[in-house]
């Protein structure tokens, strides 16, 4: 009886959750307990600890930006010459640090950027006011755009042939056509420069973990916590450390960015056949020619993918860095966004988009790209790109002076479109939302009433009425079933930090987001992933649209949902669904198509009919799959609830750290609050991770 | 018989000495706590596995000895313990007469650079290098000019018969190709010493036979040191001056294939010599009587000592008398009975 009971899952989780449901209704919220009333924004005081357990880690953020200041500001101090105050002033080390890096992140974004859209620092850099003054040859434009775009699109055709050559074309033309050209260059040299050193320190801290068991150990859980904390709240550190502007809106990128670069090196390395390393070392290699010259060509794929990723990720913190002084489209957006002007924030959406999707193509067709070798190639053929570069180069600016006599006075077609002058059709897409909201203003108001006083409100009382007690047994529980004694101990250290703080009734409010969103997402994600999976041709499409999904920006997918549903939480919860519903989509379908075909031939040779063979073949394999999928869906849905909270009032833990950004001494409460979002996502993904990766072996498929 | 002789009069070129490779998480602190001796059941009861198990032999100039074993037999582990590519427990290696293990990191590069050459089984070719720059890459590893690398990889083409394909990439090559290409790069520094690891496994049968006939053709004119490991007996038989057949990290038997066939140490030996045509394996000098040197008794007919016994049976055995043997230089060494003949074809029970 009692072994039968222990083998049974699924009898375990229900008298688990018997167990919680008992525990909710034996421990009640105790009578005028109000959620966060406390200072910051934290949990009321509870003398019942069932209920609610004390802040013993109260004074963590406050302890963290005390430190954090003493170290920048205090620690070692050393004088420094300053030539402004022409006098030595006193400055600590890391401070002097700090600001070094900062020159030089900013002097390599200020030389791309002057080379595209025109400026003369780097010059004065190399040279000096006087010089400039003195040759009025030297304050260069910036190249035209069509010089530009001409280059990209040669990049392109040699990269992934006509359809991403016309591509690229179309999309640039669009930019530079919609008056967008000069906001659009400066993010992509901010990109330009966050990506490349994302890969250095990427692929470095790759082979670091690589050659070290010890490095690869130390780093493993900080990367999973750096890819799991809300973006905004590496804000706040690189606005201590590195004060407002482009530099630190890239180094908050580069910290975003680094870490798939530093998984995928790691992965490629060590998926490189152990027979070419030994051939490698049988042919004499040194430890770094074996590195350079064998294992990381060997690895190229993988981390080729893990550049893309970072151009992505690098991408995805455009808007969010311009809240500590980016520059350049996403700071555009931001600001359209918050006058609430939906026409011109769709259109500069769109031009991200654009950017997103042709920077992916290309570095992906880059990865995909077979090297190929001709050694006879005549002189022309070698040198061909150079040559069309060259003429394109003379072609573009050559136009952009015919076009100063075109087009006199007026705005010069062929050189650069200012900012806001060119095209725009914002008016009538402004007149179009507005007559789209007047006419369903009145059924949406109905359907958003009847949403959250039916459905949202009730769950969130549920989430928040629960007791400590009966979240820890809930998912210590869990835990315990799924992973034996270990997962429950991490998953309960997990939750235990987040109990002590301040914020865990905030933390349930973040979960409920959270859960209301998986529920959608991750059903509708399924759903149309097993409908996809159904048929060749359906299944192509909707990877294609999963492909096309991912590369935009999160921060798009809030503006098509304030333009039907205004500042609410509904419009949070309108944007996380088709963001969070892409990893169910695709894994689904991943999951489904990959079941093997032998035993699709042995199922259709015993008979099963469509039906059958779905759910008592197909299904049960891809179970696993579809899991992880789920759980990538959690990880989106965490990501933007957090960011949700810039269109909504969501009195979760987003929104605390969106109010740290604006206060100089938030950095301890975005830090750590920061860490909280992290602990939920990653005690969320040690179950369900563990769960399919014990199915998985089960079912021989790892 | 008389190989091994001269075996033993050269200096060896690869020499072992009670090799062990024992793999297991606590065998570094057993090996401290023995002093050394190791105690094969003891460390076995303490989860310990052996990868090789004292292994002791000789491997002199010119001579090719082919390990054979099945999987998990312990014969690649052999094998990349003497090229120190996994190190070894207890033991010791020398190569030319220096002391391998004592070797620091930068004698191991040198050593690989001049001395070795390692075929794979997977071919283990750099996918993003062309057939020539793969050939050429040990070469330009060593430091050697562009120019220099490409016109001996270019010989090492010619020799490989890969002509024509110098500017191809490994995944545009068949198998066999790729082969080719794995043994010409092995081959570019001039090794004395030459690894092959199961070289011919991945090949379909057809293309592994024009393979071995290809590596028979180079062994002929290079005249290597050469250590080959396969799984496959026939290959053994077929190509090795001497052959060690391993089975769970034990050496079981090491002889000339003429003496394996004819005599099995073991019952596990056995089962690979009881299904092998011995007609196919044999040769003349194996099988002849030695003492049989008067001209009267037999006939005009000479064979020589080298022949496989397949190919001469049928001209033996319609000879009247017995057929003298003579060795390379003409000189009678023995005869061959027509009855040894019928027995090597007809006779079940050994010797």
């Known amino acids: 009886m009692i072994k039968s009971f222990t083998q049974s899952k699924l009898q375990q989780f229900a008298l688990l959750f018997i167990v919680f449901l008992a525990l909710c209704w034996l421990v009640q919220k105790p009578e005028g307990y109000k959620y966060f009333v406390s200072a910051g924004g934290g949990n009321e005081e509870s003398s019942n600890w069932l209920w609610r357990l004390p802040a013993l880690l109260a004074w963590l953020p406050a302890w963290l930006a005390d430190s954090i200041n003493f170290v920048m500001f205090d620690w070692i101090t050393i004088d420094v010459y300053n030539e402004l105050l022409e006098d030595d002033e006193e400055i600590s080390v890391v401070k002097e640090f700090t600001r070094s890096v900062s020159w030089a992140v900013l002097f390599f974004i200020q030389t791309i950027r002057e080379l595209l859209v025109g400026g003369i620092k780097t010059i004065v850099t190399f040279t000096s006011w006087g010089f400039i003054n003195e040759n009025p040859w030297a304050r260069l434009p910036g190249l035209p755009w069509t010089v530009v775009t001409g280059a990209a699109v040669l990049l392109g055709y040699n990269l992934g042939g006509r359809f991403l050559a016309i591509l690229v074309g179309c999309a640039l033309t669009y930019i530079a056509l919609f008056g ?42 900080i990367l999973g916590v750096a890819q799991t904390m809300p973006q905004f709240s590496y804000l706040i550190p690189m606005f201590v450390l590195f004060g407002l502007g482009d530099h630190a809106g890239a180094l908050a990128t580069i910290v975003f960015a680094t870490p798939p670069m530093v998984r995928l090196t790691l992965l490629g390395l060590k998926s490189v056949s152990p027979e070419v390393v030994e051939a490698g070392l049988m042919s004499g290699c040194t430890r770094r020619q074996l590195m350079f010259r064998v294992m990381l060509p060997t690895a190229r794929k993988n981390i080729l993918i893990g550049v893309n990723q970072v151009i992505m990720g690098c991408l995805a913190m455009v808007v969010i860095a311009s809240l500590i002084g980016a520059t350049g489209i996403g700071d555009d957006l931001l600001k359209a966004l918050n006058g609430l002007k939906l026409g011109k924030a769709f259109e500069l959406g769109v031009c991200i988009v654009l950017i997103a999707i042709t920077l992916d193509k290309l570095s992906l067709a880059w990865a995909n790209k077979p090297i190929d070798y001709f050694a006879d190639l005549s002189f022309s053929e070698r040198h061909r790109n150079k040559f069309i570069l060259l003429a394109i180069l003379i072609g573009g600016v050559l136009l952009a002076f015919i076009g100063r006599y075109i087009f006199g006075d007026g705005i010069n077609y062929f050189f650069i479109i200012e900012t806001n002058k060119g095209i725009s059709a914002d008016k009538i897409l402004d007149a179009g939302i507005d007559w789209f909201v007047t006419v369903l203003f009145e059924p949406l108001e109905v359907f958003k009433a009847w949403v959250f006083v039916d459905v949202l409100e009730p769950v969130r009382a549920a989430f928040r009425g629960m007791p400590v007690i009966a979240t820890f047994v809930l998912v210590m529980g869990i835990g315990y079933i799924v992973g034996g004694i270990r997962s429950a101990l991490v998953v309960g250290g997990y939750l235990l930090f987040i109990a002590l703080s301040a914020w865990w009734d905030r933390a349930l409010t973040t979960a409920y987001f959270v859960a209301i969103a998986l529920v959608i997402a991750g059903s509708l994600g399924a759903l149309i992933g097993i409908l996809s999976a159904q048929n060749e041709r359906a299944t192509k499409v909707t990877l294609i649209v999963c492909d096309t999904l991912q590369t935009f920006p999160s921060f798009i997918y809030l503006i098509p949902a304030i333009m039907l549903f205004q500042v609410s939480n509904i419009a949070v919860l309108i944007a996380i669904t088709p963001y969070a519903m892409i990893p169910a989509m695709r894994y689904t379908i991943e999951g489904l198509r990959n079941v093997s075909p032998a035993l699709l031939d042995a199922g259709a040779m015993s008979g099963v009919n469509r039906m059958q063979r779905l759910l008592s073949i197909e299904l049960p394999l891809a179970f696993p799959h579809i899991v992880l999928g789920i759980n990538q869906t959690v990880m989106f849905a965490l990501m933007m609830v957090i960011i949700g909270a810039m269109i909504g009032s969501t009195a979760d833990l987003g929104e605390l750290i969106l109010g740290s950004l604006s206060d100089t001494k938030g950095i301890g409460n975005g830090i750590i609050l920061g860490l909280c979002v992290a602990f939920i996502g990653l005690a969320i993904d040690h179950i369900l991770n563990t769960w399919a990766k014990a199915r998985k072996d089960a079912l021989g498929l790892a | 018989m008389a190989k091994k002789a001269t075996a033993k009069s050269k200096h060896p070129v690869i020499k072992c000495d009670g090799v062990y490779k024992i793999f297991g998480e606590n065998t570094d602190k057993l090996i401290q706590a023995s002093n050394g001796v190791i105690d094969v059941q003891s460390f076995q009861d303490a989860g310990c596995i052996f990868g090789v198990n004292d292994a002791s032999f000789e491997v002199s100039k010119g001579e090719m000895l082919v390990v054979m074993g099945l999987s998990g037999s312990g014969k690649s582990t052999l094998l990349r313990c003497i090229s120190r590519l996994t190190d070894t427990t207890s033991g010791s290696i020398h190569i030319d007469g220096e002391d391998l293990l004592a070797m620091n990191d930068k004698e191991l590069i040198e050593l690989r650079r001049n001395k070795m050459g390692m075929v794979f089984q997977s071919f283990a070719l750099l996918p993003h290098k062309t057939v020539l720059e793969n050939i050429a890459f040990p070469l330009q590893v060593k430091g050697m000019s562009t120019d220099d690398a490409i016109k001996r990889a270019s010989a090492m083409v010619e020799l490989t018969s890969l002509t024509g394909r110098e500017n191809y990439y490994p ?62 007996f026939d290959e053994a038989l077929r190509l090795a001056d001497r052959i060690a057949i391993m089975k769970d990290g034990i050496i079981e038997q090491m002889d000339t294939p003429a003496n394996i066939v004819l005599n099995p140490a073991t019952e596990y030996v056995a089962k690979f010599t009881n299904e092998v045509p011995r007609e196919k394996v044999l040769k003349c000098s194996d099988v002849m009587d030695k003492a049989e040197t008067d001209k009267k008794n037999i006939s005009g007919l000479t064979v020589p000592h080298d022949a496989v016994i397949e190919t001469v049976a049928e001209a033996v055995l319609n000879e009247a008398k017995a057929v003298p043997v003579v060795d390379d230089k003409g000189k009678t060494i023995g005869a061959l009975h027509r009855k040894s003949i019928i027995h090597v074809l007809f006779g079940k029970d050994s010797h």
């Open chain 2, 171 to 232: 995944r545009q090559l068949s198998g066999g190709q790729q082969q080719r290409v794995g043994i010409a790069r092995s081959l570019a520094v001039e090794p004395d010493i030459w690894f092959l690891d199961e070289p011919f496994s991945a090949l379909d049968p057809l293309i592994r036979k024009e393979m071995q006939d290809e590596f028979l053709r180079l062994q002929s004119i290079l005249k290597k040191t050469i250590l080959f490991v396969t799984h496959d």
């Open chain 1, 180 to 221: 967008q050209w000069e906001p659009a260059m400066k993010t992509v040299s901010l990109v330009l420069v966050a990506a490349s050193v994302s890969v250095v320190f990427g692929l470095f801290l790759g082979i670091a973990a690589y050659r070290s068991k010890a490095f690869e150990a130390f780093i493993t859980p």
